[in-house]
Structure formats: C-alpha cells, structure tokens
C-alpha cells in the first residue's frame, strides 16, 4: 500500500488536524505523522514543502497532496472504501454529510471565542455575544442524530464516521469550556472522549510544551 503521511499541527491546539487524524486511527489505517508547532519560525519555515495553503492539515499519499480536512476524509473514503466512513443508509449519509459540511463552514463565533486547548479547564470562558447561538445549533445537531440515526452504538449514527470526526473538535471544546449540555448530548461526550484514539491525542497533547498566547485566556 502506498504510505500516507498526515501532516497536523500541536495536539493541543489544532482542531482542523485532529478531525482526519481521529478518523484514521480509528477505522484502522496505518499513516506516518509530521507535526509542526503552529505560530513558529519552524511552522512558516516547512509548511509550505507539504501544503499548498500553507495551513494544516495536509495529506500525502504517493504524488497526491489533499489539503482541507474534510477533502482529506472524503478523499479517505473514496480510496479506502472498505472502511466505515460514513453511515451506509442513504438517508443518514446524506445528514452525515451536511453537518460535517456545516461544522467545515459555521460556528465561526464558537471557534473564534472557544479556541481548542485540550490540555486547559478554562469552565465559563469563551460565551461571548453569540457563542450560545453556536452551542444550541450544535446541541440540536447532535440530539437529533442520536434520536434518528443512532442506534447500534453511541457516535452520532451508531458506529464512529467522518461526522463523528468532525465534530470531536467541538466536543474537546465544551470539556474545556465546561459547556452545559442535556443527558443525550453528555452521553455523547463522553463516547467521543472514550474512544482510544482521542485519548492518545489527549495524552499527547499534555506533554506539548509550546503556548500560543492567543489560544490562552
Ligand atoms: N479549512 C481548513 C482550515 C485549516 C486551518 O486553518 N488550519 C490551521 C491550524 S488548525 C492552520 O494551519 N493555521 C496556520 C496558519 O494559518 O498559519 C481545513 O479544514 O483544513
């Protein structure tokens, strides 16, 4: 098999990174992982030997370079086929789809306001003017996946797919923002937060030494 290479960015603080790296380690591939500390000389010095946009993440595979990380997953998809990327009902593949495009364009409040930072407790910072808006989306987002599509596990539909990936970003946020949540949505949570594969991110994030000022309140 031709190795794929996953170029991320810290653990403790790239959300976009962490989406594709969740969802391969978790449906089995075997890649090769470069991380560059975002915010430094080393980081405007490489990036761009690998990506395009000069942001991460970025994939290689073979001559193939895939950058945005959700082109990165359905590029994933198509080439491992095999692998439970998205649910196989026609219906719940079509709503997998539109919240992980959703999650890719929205929540900019959310984002800009909650940064990721795996490693802190920052509980009841970050609720701006407008954050809340962005939290009862993503609330109702994930009420309704369960109630629809979930059963057969504890991800949004049933088993782990790229919707689940893309979001755990935001879960990370609400654990260290100690967001409020009712019990379908905690559940869920608390799945995400289980998995093995963010729990290494987790772990490898805590022994990072590098700040970014701008991520820290
Ligand atoms: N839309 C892009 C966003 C990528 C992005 O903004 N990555 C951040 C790190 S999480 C980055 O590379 N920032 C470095 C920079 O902008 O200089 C994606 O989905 O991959």
Known sequence: MTELTLVIGNKNY???SLR?????KQLGLQFKEIRIPLDTP???EKIYQYSPSGKVPVLLHGSQIVWESLAI???????????????????AKTIARC??????GSFQTLRNNMPMNC??????????????TDIDRIIKIWQECRQNFGDGGDMLFGKFTIADAMYAPVVMR?????????????????????????Q????????????????EF
């Open 99 to 104: 919240i992980s495009v959703e999650m890719h």
């Open 119 to 132: 490693r802190a407790k920052l509980s009841g910072k970050g609720m701006a003017l407008g954050v809340q």
């Open 73 to 91: 997953l359905e590029y994933l998809a198509e080439e491992f086929p095999d692998l439970h990327w998205y649910p196989e009902d026609k219906i």
């Open 20 to 24: 594709p790296w969740l969802a391969m």
């Open 42 to 44: 080393e980081f405007s």
């Open 174 to 198: 609400f654990v260290t923002y100690g967001v409020q949540v009712d019990n379908v949505c905690q559940d869920y949570m608390e799945a995400i937060m289980a998995l093995p594969a963010m």
């Open 200 to 215: 290494e991110w987790v772990k490898a994030s805590e022994v990072e030494e590098e700040v970014i000022s701008a991520s």
């Open 14 to 16: 790239s959300s976009w």
